[in-house]
């Protein structure tokens, strides 16, 4: 946990309900708990957030977000609930809805809802970047397990390299590359009203380990992730941290 700033921060967790390949998949118990309530704690614990909120459609994932900590004063709008609504829509109805009450913040931090292996120590780790450096935003990466530029693609059947000219590069030569990491997203508001998407060419990044992160959309997704969260813990066991 760190000092709070003198700045206002929200944590939004954003969770509808009508998940159709993961059905509940928001509140699906993890290990024994609503999968969304590690991504609460972690919030909470981390001490760095004004106030933690859910923004969801679903009454039952409003209640069950209640009792782990997190506030739900009002619900998701049905324009923002439908499968085409994206975060940061999502996130700027939050802070406008907020400004109702008369609420202001100065950034936000889009926590996903299963994020199960989601480290307090790296959202801290975040704000403490935001705050110091002359970033906009701060979010999670992980690095490509292969280098992207000997990606390959099938053009009329037959398989062609998309970058030729990389066919005898060695890996350790090429540039590194990474993907998002789907944990959180710290932005600055006046950058999100502005920009209207959770990172922008100010953003900075926390890298993760792939052990760290896992995108959950299906169920074989969901087991990989029970696998990795239990190798987790059995070598935090064993090396006894």
């Known amino acids: 946990m760190i000092k709070k700033s003198s700045d206002k921060v929200l944590a939004i967790i954003p969770a509808r309900g009508g998940s159709k390949r993961i059905p509940n998949k928001n509140i699906r118990l993890f290990y024994g708990l609503p999968i969304i309530a590690y991504s609460i704690k972690a919030a909470e614990e981390a001490g760095c957030f004004t106030e933690v909120m859910v923004s969801t459609d679903d009454d039952k994932i409003a209640k069950i977000a ?3 900590g997190a506030k739900v004063p009002f619900m998701r709008s049905q324009e923002n609930s439908s499968d085409y609504a994206i975060l940061a829509d999502v996130c700027i109805e939050v802070i406008k809805k907020y400004l109702e009450y008369d609420k202001n913040f100065d950034s936000i931090c889009c926590i996903l809802p299963t994020a199960p292996f989601i480290n307090l120590k790296k959202i801290i780790n975040a704000k403490v970047l935001l ?3 002359g970033y906009s935003g ?3 990466v992980v690095e490509y397990s292969y280098p992207i530029q000997r990606s390959l693609k099938i053009e009329n059947g037959f398989v062609r390299m998309r ?3 990389n066919l005898f590069a060695r890996s350790q030569d090429l ?3 990474y993907h998002d990491a789907g944990q959180f997203y710290f932005i600055k508001i006046n950058t999100l009203l ?6 922008s060419e100010k953003s900075a990044a926390i890298i993760l380990d792939n052990f760290e992160a896992q995108d959950i959309d299906t169920e074989a997704d969901w ?4 696998i ?3 190798t987790i813990k059995r070598l935090r066991k064993t090396q006894g941290s």
């Open 163 to 165: 970058w030729p000219e």
């Open 66 to 68: 209640k009792q782990f």
């Open 131 to 133: 705050d110091k450096g």
């Open 194 to 199: 502005a920009e209207k998407k959770l990172f």
């Open 138 to 140: 701060v979010f999670t």
């Open 223 to 226: 087991k990989l992730a029970e």
């Open 228 to 230: 990795k969260y239990e």
């Open 175 to 177: 540039e590194k590359s």
